[in-house]
């Protein structure tokens, strides 16, 4: 799969699946623009994509709660390369596992002004970009398993993934006379920092259920974005990519 000469916005870039995208666009020639939440994560991420290829990539640290820092990482991606021609909305949160009698208002507003309000805020700024480009361009945005099949627990989470699934739709329609295709990204439980970091086992517990029984790994959902952004991919938009080692069939 080619990407050369495509610049691309990644949010979340820092770690995970974000990561392994940005890995992944810049091998396959594209530049990117890497946001994430200031810190040592995002400045090794950089270091590790300019590593890959020369100049292949720029950090802008941003909160996507924040729409003015989000309108200033497509600013630099402008300034730097000239052009966009596609955005991966990654970036996302959990929230704390609890049960949906236990969970106070304050920690639903948090996962929803991250992952619905913050992905909304990218996904409309590169839109206007892209529009206003006039050249088309490719959005993927990344949803869940849990969208369509929730865990207990996450009840936050699995809210916003599902109103994002849906979001998708609405926007491949809208933008379609504009050559922009939109689709989502559906990963089942994957191999993540995020994952590992619930404890307990819990990303074993849940390979276990799957019928291919192993989680996925973030370089597979990675090429799925890569060829969404291609080239190889004209005609797909409003689809659902989904890669979860069966979780939803099972």
Same mark, same amino acid.
């Given at each position: 799969?080619?990407?050369?000469?495509?610049?691309?916005?990644?949010?979340?870039?820092?770690?995970?699946?974000?990561?392994?995208?940005?890995?992944?666009?810049?091998?396959?020639?594209?530049?990117?623009?890497?946001?994430?939440?200031?810190?040592?994560? $995002?400045?090794?991420? /950089?270091?590790? !994509?300019?590593?890959?290829?020369?100049?292949?990539? *720029?950090? #802008?640290? &941003?909160? =996507?709660?924040?729409?003015?820092?989000?309108?200033?990482?497509?600013?630099?991606?402008?300034?730097?390369?000239?052009?966009?021609?596609?955005?991966?909305?990654?970036?996302?949160?959990?929230?704390?596992?609890?049960?949906?009698?236990?969970?106070?208002?304050?920690?639903?507003?948090?996962?929803?002004?991250?992952?619905?309000?913050?992905?909304?805020?990218?996904?409309?700024?590169?839109?206007?970009?892209?529009?206003?480009?006039?050249?088309?361009?490719?959005?993927?945005?990344?949803?869940?398993?849990?969208?369509?099949?929730?865990?207990?627990?996450?009840?936050?989470?699995?809210?916003?993934?599902?109103? $994002?699934?849906?979001? /998708?739709?609405? !926007?491949?329609?809208?933008?379609?006379?504009?050559? *922009?295709? #939109?689709? &989502?990204? =559906?990963?089942?439980?994957?191999?993540?920092?995020?994952?590992?970091?619930?404890?307990?086992?819990?990303?074993?517990?849940?390979?276990?259920?799957?019928?291919?029984?192993?989680?996925?790994?973030?370089?597979?959902?990675?090429?799925?974005?890569?060829?969404?952004?291609?080239?190889?991919?004209?005609?797909?938009?409003?689809?659902?990519?989904?890669?979860?080692?069966?979780?939803?069939?099972?």
């Amino acid at each position: 799969m080619d990407l050369t000469g495509k610049t691309i916005v990644i949010t979340g870039a820092a770690s995970g699946i974000g990561r392994a995208t940005a890995d992944a666009c810049v091998a396959a020639g594209a530049n990117v623009v890497a946001t994430d939440l200031p810190g040592a994560k $995002l400045d090794a991420a /950089v270091a590790a !994509l300019g590593a890959m290829r020369q100049g292949a990539a *720029i950090g #802008v640290a &941003a909160d =996507i709660r924040d729409g003015t820092k989000v309108a200033a990482v497509f600013d630099r991606a402008a300034e730097r390369y000239g052009r966009l021609d596609g955005v991966f909305a990654n970036a996302g949160i959990t929230g704390t596992r609890m049960p949906a009698g236990e969970i106070d208002f304050e920690t639903w507003k948090h996962v929803i002004d991250v992952n619905l309000h913050g992905t909304f805020r990218t996904a409309s700024e590169g839109t206007r970009r892209l529009i206003a480009q006039g050249k088309g361009g490719s959005i993927v945005i990344s949803g869940s398993s849990q969208g369509l099949r929730p865990v207990p627990g996450f009840i936050a989470y699995a809210a916003t993934k599902g109103a $994002l699934q849906t979001l /998708v739709h609405s !926007l491949a329609l809208e933008l379609a006379p504009h050559r *922009i295709r #939109v689709n &989502a990204l =559906i990963p089942g439980t994957t191999n993540t920092e995020l994952v590992q970091s619930l404890g307990g086992g819990y990303g074993e517990r849940m390979a276990k259920s799957f019928p291919l029984g192993e989680l996925v790994e973030p370089g597979e959902l990675a090429q799925l974005v890569v060829f969404a952004m291609s080239d190889l991919a004209p005609h797909m938009t409003g689809s659902h990519l989904k890669i979860d080692s069966g979780r939803l069939i099972a």
